[in-house]
C-alpha cells in the first residue's frame, strides 16, 4: 500500500522541521536586537524563513543547508543569539 503525498506538506514539513532546530537552539537562548523590540523578531524570522526555503537543496526533511540559510539571514538583520541566565 503506498501512500500519496498531499501538495503544501513538504513545505509544512520544512517549517516545522525549521521551528524544531529553532527551538532545540534556543531552549537556554533567546535573540536579541540591538535596535528593534523583541515583538520584530517574528516578521525577520518569517522573511528569514521564506529566504532560506530558496537557499536549499531538498525540500523533503530537514536540511542543513537551510538552517545555516536561516541563521545567517537573521544575524545578517541584526540579531544574535544570547544565552539565557
Do not use: I
Not at 9 to 33: D, F, I, K, P
Request: proline share 4%.
Amino acid at each position: 500500500m503506498r501512500l500519496q503525498k498531499v501538495p503544501g506538506t513538504a513545505h509544512l514539513g520544512c517549517l516545522l522541521g525549521l521551528l524544531l532546530s529553532l527551538c532545540l537552539v534556543t531552549g537556554c537562548s533567546y535573540w536579541s536586537h540591538p535596535t528593534k523590540p523583541s515583538a520584530a523578531f517574528t516578521a525577520d524570522a518569517s522573511a528569514c524563513q521564506a529566504e532560506s526555503l530558496r537557499a536549499s537543496t531538498t525540500y523533503d526533511s530537514f536540511d542543513v543547508t537551510r538552517h545555516n540559510a536561516y541563521m545567517a539571514c537573521l544575524r545578517t538583520r541584526g540579531w544574535a543569539l544570547q544565552d539565557q541566565r
